[in-house]
C-alpha cells in the first residue's frame, strides 16, 4: 500500500495541474511572447521587436494617466474600504447599550448586515449600470435630489472633474459590505471578555477600535488590503461600463487601456501584451510590499 500511494496521487493531481498548465499558465506565457511582438492579433504574422514596445509604453502619455488613476485607486479604495469596513463591524458588533448582556451590537445588526452584503449578490455590471443611472444627469436619482433643494445638478459621470470620483465611490459601495461580514465574523471570535475589561478601564469605543480590535483583527485586515489593492489596479468593468474611460481619459485605467489598445480600433495585440506584461509585475510587486509593510508580530488571544 504503501508504494502504491504515489501513483494514486499522481493520477488524481495530473490531470487539474495539466488543465492548469494549459489554460493559466499558458496565456501567461503566450503574453510575454506576444509583447515583444508587432502582432495586431488576426494576421498570421509577426515581427519581432524586441523592448520596443516597453520602450513606447514609456513614453506614452494615456499609459501614465492611467497609471496614475490606478495609483490613486490603489491609495484611496482599500483606506476608505477597510476603514468603512471596521466602522460598520463594530458598531453592528458592539455598538449598543452596555448592559446585563454586555458588550452587544446595535439592534437589528443581522439585519443590517444582510443589507449591507447585498451589493455581493449583485454582478458588477449590475452594480456598473445601476450607478451609471444615478449619475444621470437628467433622470439619475442623485440629481433628482439636489434639484428638490435648489442645488446645481452636475453632469457627473459626463464631467472630467468628477466622473474619477464617481466611479471610487460605486467601487468603495460594491465592496464594503463583504468586509464588513468579514471583519464582523473575526470579531465575534475574540472573547467578549476582552472588550468587557477594557470598558471597564473607561475606554472609548474608538479606543477599544484602535487599541484592541484593530490589532487582533490585523491578519484579517493585512489579507483584505491586498484583495483591495488588486482590485485597485484592475477596476476595468466598472470603469468600462460607467464611463470608458471618458471623458478626455480622465477616469481611464491601465486595464481599459490594455483593452482599448488589443480590441479599439488599432488592434495592436503586441503592444496590449506589453501593457499586460507591466500589468502583471505592478499587481506583483504591490502584494509583496504590501505584505512586507503590513507584516507585524501575531497578538494571539485565547
Known amino acids: ?11 488524481f493531481l495530473l ?8 489554460f493559466v499558465l499558458s496565456p501567461y506565457a503566450q503574453a510575454f511572447q506576444i509583447s515583444t511582438t508587432d502582432w495586431l492579433g488576426y494576421s498570421p504574422d509577426a515581427k519581432f521587436l524586441g523592448l520596443d514596445n516597453f520602450t513606447a509604453l514609456w513614453r506614452d502619455e494615456y499609459a501614465w494617466n492611467a497609471i496614475k488613476n490606478n495609483a490613486i485607486l490603489l491609495l484611496l479604495l482599500p483606506v476608505l474600504t477597510i476603514g468603512l469596513g471596521l466602522f460598520f463591524s463594530t458598531m453592528l458588533t458592539m455598538g449598543g447599550r452596555r448592559g446585563r448582556a454586555g458588550v452587544v451590537g446595535v439592534r437589528g445588526s443581522a439585519f443590517y448586515q444582510l443589507v449591507y452584503f447585498f451589493p455581493q449578490v ?13 449619475y444621470h444627469p437628467n433622470s439619475g436619482l442623485l440629481n ?10 452636475p453632469a457627473w459621470l459626463g464631467d472630467p472633474r468628477f466622473a474619477f470620483w464617481c466611479v471610487l465611490a460605486a467601487m468603495v459601495w460594491s465592496n464594503v459590505g463583504f468586509y464588513v461580514v468579514l471583519f464582523g465574523a473575526a470579531m465575534q471570535s475574540i472573547p467578549k471578555d476582552i472588550y468587557e475589561a477594557v470598558m471597564l478601564d473607561g475606554a472609548s469605543r474608538w ?10 483583527l490585523w491578519d484579517t485586515v493585512q489579507v483584505a488590503w491586498i484583495y483591495l489593492a488588486i482590485a485597485a489596479l484592475d477596476g476595468f468593468i466598472l470603469v468600462q461600463l460607467m464611463t470608458d474611460g471618458g471623458p478626455n481619459y480622465s477616469s481611464d485605467v491601465i486595464g481599459l487601456r490594455m483593452y482599448n489598445t ?24 504591490v502584494s509583496v510590499l504590501a505584505l512586507r509593510a503590513a507584516k507585524r508580530d501575531r497578538i494571539e488571544y485565547s
Not at 500500500?1 to 493520477?11: E, Q, S
Not at 490531470?15 to 498548465?21: C, E
Not at 480590441?263 to 510587486?285: H, P, R
Open 1 to 11: 500500500m504503501r508504494h502504491g500511494k504515489y501513483p494514486l496521487i499522481i493520477t
Open 15 to 22: 490531470p487539474p495541474l495539466l488543465l492548469y498548465g494549459i
Open 122 to 134: 449583485l454582478s458588477v455590471v449590475i452594480i456598473a449600470y445601476i450607478w451609471r443611472e444615478m
Open 144 to 153: 433628482g435630489a439636489l434639484a428638490g433643494l435648489g442645488l446645481p445638478t
Open 207 to 216: 479606543t477599544t477600535l484602535f487599541k484592541v480590535t484593530i490589532p487582533l
Open 262 to 285: 488589443a480590441f479599439g480600433s488599432e488592434t495592436k495585440f503586441g503592444y496590449a501584451s506589453a501593457i499586460g506584461v507591466v500589468m502583471f509585475f505592478l499587481t506583483l510587486s
